[in-house]
């Protein structure tokens, strides 16, 4: 005779059927029943965030590094719309992710009952999918079909609502078996098609980005731009996804994007895209591709048929997984061209030139720093960072290795980095994470540091400190010079705050202090966060805030 249980535990159930390994939560008491459900759970850890916010960043973080959906839990209202920004993040970005919210008793629908939303309402424009449960006994089949839709496809957010009268009603329904995901494979023809088309480009360029990218899929791809000679560019925030110590490895194509990368864009003859859906950042504001038919002729393979020709008409679309593209190619190659050898080289050196950077203004010199850690940090180690033009370090300026990940919200979100530091960190607790933050995004989630501290998993946090929202003060001073109002930050201690979480801490005021400061940083066992006094002068590597002002 099946045992009775309440909705909670048959929802623990199903997520234990579905692998799930960790939950990042903040209580409330709309979802009494589950928390009820996963005080048995021994297998399940739960990460317990300050925010839900927090705890949506880490479930959009989880899903990036595992290619697993990651688990939310907040409570209705105010929870769910606090959450709302790590749903859009895992929209942006291609990230599997599932976020549950307790919802009020169904009875008391329609009567802007107390925290009373319509999630379906709410979240349909950011989600892949927004239901709600109304009978206990569907739980099975509702918690499968969200875990096959944030998995299948362009992977992203599922939300589920549970109102908290189902998931106290007694129920014998069974977990369903762990949900097995297809991976569309490229048609021969069109392989055969593709690799006619790059081998008689002259100035052909491999764009990579997206979702659902695996180790052994950025293997494939190193394996195949080398045995063809292809240069690659990443897209925004997916520089991990390719060796940038490869010869064909030739910068991001994202936010900020350089010279010589908006060239090889433009003047490319092939544009080979895995994965990547064509959005702003990757495009220059739209402006590299004529629309719908760009000059450049697009082989466009994606996971999901709705993102081909979405925006541009590809000259040859290919419906299929990026990884099941390069098996299909993993035993061809090109013909050998001097034109093409001297287009990446090209590329190539074009890379390398924007890694060499002036000095920078102020006794903290970002630049020497950035080489430092190059230098330091193990084969293995994930760099986290937020929103603000701080960013710019880890993305643009640290050369990513294979087996080294980069964890970076391509919705411009401020406030991802701590929070991804936190799931990195109790994913791969042996490994070293470093978060990047400015000042006014650290101050968004950095209540997160007492989740990790509580759960264990602290990483170490670099504090790039410059008094105010340097993004925003740039855009302020070349539209409106001199005229500045809402973007100089009055900051808090920040050497004191890590203290008080229990984290080793210290302020850098000078370049030469880095290497130690950071040695120390690395041998702390309650981690760290270090302060660095960034002169408001520095505001991109390359040009001054007087000069953008200046400039105006």
């Not at 080979?272 to 402006?287: H, K, M, Q, S, V």
């Not at 082989?299 to 997984?321: N, T």
């Not at 330091?376 to 760099?383: Q, R």
């Amino acid at each position: 005779m099946t045992r009775e249980r309440h909705g909670g535990t048959v929802l623990v159930d199903c997520l234990k059927a579905q692998n799930v390994r960790r939950v990042f939560i903040v209580p409330g008491e709309s979802y009494l029943a589950v928390l009820d459900g996963l005080h048995d759970a021994n297998n399940i850890e739960i990460i317990q965030a300050r925010h839900e916010g927090g705890a949506a960043f880490m479930a959009e973080a989880h899903g990036k590094l595992t290619g697993e959906p990651g688990i939310a839990m907040v409570t209705r209202g105010p929870g769910a719309t606090n959450a709302s920004i790590g749903v859009h993040t895992a929209m942006q970005d291609s990230s599997p992710m599932v976020l549950f919210v307790g919802q009020i008793a169904t009875w008391m629908r329609d009567r802007e009952a107390f925290q009373e939303v319509d999630y379906r309402a709410f979240f349909g424009p950011i989600a892949k999918w927004v239901t709600e449960v109304d009978d206990a006994a569907r739980l099975p089949e509702i918690v499968s079909r969200a875990f096959a839709t944030a998995l299948s496809g362009r992977p992203g957010p599922v939300v589920v609502a549970l109102p908290e009268d189902m998931l106290a009603a007694p129920c014998t329904a069974q977990a369903g078996e762990e949900v097995a995901i297809s991976r569309p494979f490229p048609d021969p023809i069109a392989v055969a098609k593709a690799m006619e088309i790059l081998a008689a480009a002259e100035r052909p360029l491999v764009l990579a980005g997206g979702g659902g990218w695996s180790d052994d899929a950025r293997t494939a791809l190193k394996d195949f731009a080398e045995r063809c000679g292809l240069p690659v560019a990443c897209v925004f925030r997916f520089q991990d996804l390719m060796d940038n110590h490869s010869d064909c490895y030739v910068g991001d194509a994202g936010v900020g994007m350089s010279p010589h990368m908006i060239e090889m864009v433009r003047d490319a003859d092939v544009i080979l895209a895995l994965g990547p859906r064509f959005g702003e950042a990757t495009t220059d504001g739209y402006t590299l591709f004529k629309a719908p038919d760009p000059k450049q002729k697009i082989i466009h393979v994606h996971v999901s048929d709705r993102e081909i020709g979405k925006i541009y008409q590809p000259a040859l679309p290919v419906h299929a997984h990026p990884h099941s593209f390069l098996e299909a190619v993993a035993v061809t190659w090109l013909p050998a061209s001097d034109t093409r050898a001297a287009w990446t080289a090209h590329g190539r050196a074009g890379y390398l030139a924007s890694q060499d950077l002036p000095d920078q203004p102020g006794a903290v010199d970002m630049g020497v720093v950035m080489q430092h850690l190059q230098n330091v940090l193990p084969e293995d180690a994930i760099l986290t960072n937020g929103a603000g033009n701080f960013a710019i370090w880890p993305a643009k300026l640290f050369r990513y290795g294979p087996d080294q990940r980069l964890v970076g919200p391509q919705s411009g979100a401020m406030g991802a980095g701590v929070p991804a530091a936190v799931a990195a960190k109790a994913e791969h607790r042996d490994r070293t994470v470093v978060c990047f933050a400015g000042d006014g995004d650290f101050q968004m989630t950095g209540m997160e540091l007492g989740a990790a501290a509580q759960a264990g998993c602290q990483p170490i946090v670099l504090i790039l400190n410059n008094g105010m929202y340097g993004t925003i003060r740039m855009h302020q001073e070349r539209e409106y010079p001199n005229r500045l109002a809402g973007t100089s930050i009055v900051n808090p201690d920040f050497v004191g705050l890590a203290q008080a979480f229990g984290y080793h801490a210290e302020r850098v005021d000078r370049t030469a202090d880095f290497p130690a400061a950071f040695e120390r940083a690395r041998g702390s066992q309650t981690g760290a966060v270090l302060e660095l006094t960034i002169d408001p002068e520095a505001i991109t590597p390359r040009k001054t805030l007087s000069q953008i002002r200046g400039h105006a």
